[in-house]
């Protein structure tokens, strides 16, 4: 029989370069104990009394993901921290009974890893050590961290301790979050991360210390979906920069993506929900609309020149569209549809149901710094820009409201993003950029506007702005038409009737925002993102790169209004009319019939 001191060693259950766990028997409390300690013995007396000084000011940062710590103590030279048995088993063990959880339950497990990590971390205290043997899975599957501060700086035995500080807390905690991202991809991919068990020896081997590089292979136990494979890739990503770099921002990420596959009531889409009712979508960026209707000339305007106004504010336009949206689902009144041609709204909800819409905006620019309203306006800017190309390009018989309105819709989860998230729009910036290149890499590719949303959300913009179209009861057709072409899928010709024209300006409106990120890009690649989008869309809308270029410049050339002109396709084939088209021009007829009238929608 093995002793240490007073307790029994029954078994070792983790071991490392910097700290090992025993599960001991402790006579004298008649029961189980985990014992944590530095896998090498201090070196002076002194550097034992800085162990035990630390690990004891650790054991008392309390948090229901940090295990409590029934003794810190000392046998002969080794320091050692005790924990109760009872707390439950090792990640370890648990892979020994379970060798391949679902992703949905390891998710579970990281998060709550890193949230009693984050809690030490902002209490100043970084772990040092993160390894499988230090995550507890109790018999309720609440997860716990053991052996904070067990891994301790080792100095020269003639240190001054009173004047060499340990390593710098910011870098102790960067490997912390680096490791934890290495125990996610060894528990998707099944198998230790480099055929080596012990994490911190990972981070050596790993770039820009060493040669190797960890990336989430398609080879795992499960099938991991793509959010989920965006994130763990991050924190085990070869540019420092890209990884993250506090413990939050990876368990948001991760539990974004975890709430919204499990379907829970708190993820990233009902946080946006929560602040679009209580400080409304996007600010208003203009007081005209309720300087005007002060007057009583307003009362005499037709709805075209009312729904100018309106659509210059990219806030109010949208806040008429939920509206009368809403107010004819709420009324049980049958519609074909999306309302979505604004002189209709208009003259549905009158011109003080127009005034009411703009006085309940919060002004310009809402609860934003100077920066991040900079950031949104730059952003608005360039998504007007892509309305206007889409309208340019429309082909005859297509409403240009309907077409501007579509195309803000396929921006709505980034427009909404800076303004609630402005910290997380940023941080999705900069992981789109792309990293620097190495003599491996020469050319290295950045990372995906999805991926990097996945990264940091844990879901993509998209699913943001079509859960909150589906918030604002707008129909099937029009969450349909928010979805942008994928820069992946093949393009195909639609089938005839309504589904050709739902699809004809999705892909419209697709290609307009396409172009502006190809403008978007530096002028060395400008002109080449300009063709291969045109490229792409060329057949399917009978476009041509000149229909572009005047798109593009429409001074360049006499004005070109496609939805008034004889446009012929380069098939040769003249778009046909259909019910989608004839619904739109009857909607707008009716609003020009209504004028101006202030009608109340139905109750």
Known sequence: MRRFGRFELRQLLGKSSRSMMWLVFDAKLDQELMLCMPRVVPNSAAATEHWIKTASAGARVVHPNLAHVIEVGQVEKWPYMAYDRALGETLDERLTRQPTPLPLEIAEWVCQYLEGLAFAHEAGHAHRDVQCSTLIIGPNNQVRVLGLEAA?????????????????????????ILCVGLMLHRLLTGRPVLEQPDLHLVVQQMQPTGHELVRMGWETPHPIPEPLRAICNRATDRQERQRYHIARSFLRALDGWRTSAGHDEQGPIALLIDKLQRIGHLPSTSTALQRAGQSA??????????????????????????????????SGAPVDGTVLNM?????????????????????????????????LQSL????HRAGQ?????????????VVYLITVMQNLGRLLLQYHFPDDAQQIRQLMQPPEPTADQPHPASMSE?????????????????????????????????RRQSPTAALRASAHGKESDNEVLRLTCSLANELVDALMQPEAKRVVGVEVATKRYARTLGLGLKDIQLALNPEAAAPVDRGRSGFIPLDGNAPKPSGLRARFAAEAAKAAADGGHKGEPPH
């Open 343 to 375: 002189q209709r709204a208009i003259a549905m909800l009158g011109l003080e149901g127009v005034q009411q819409a703009a006085r309940a905006l919060k002004p310009w620019p809402g609860p934003l710094n100077e920066t991040q309203a900079v950031m």
């Open 450 to 482: 999805q991926a990097a949303a996945f990264a940091v959300m844990g879901c993509d913009l998209e699913s943001l702005g079509v859960a909150v179209a589906k918030h604002w009861s707008l129909g099937e057709e029009l969450l349909h038409m928010m």
């Open 380 to 383: 608005m800017k360039r998504v």
């Open 152 to 176: 301790q700086e080792v100095f020269p035995a003639n240190a001054d301790y009173n004047s060499v500080t340990r390593r710098a807390m910011r870098d102790s905690a960067a490997e912390d």
């Open 297 to 330: 000339a307003m009362d005499r305007q037709h709805t075209s020149a009312v729904a100018t106004l309106v659509m210059q504010d990219m806030a109010l336009a949208l806040e008429l569209l939920r509206r009368v949206n809403n107010a004819l689902k709420q």
């Open 389 to 401: 190309i889409a309208q340019a390009l429309r082909p005859a018989g297509y409403d240009a409201e």
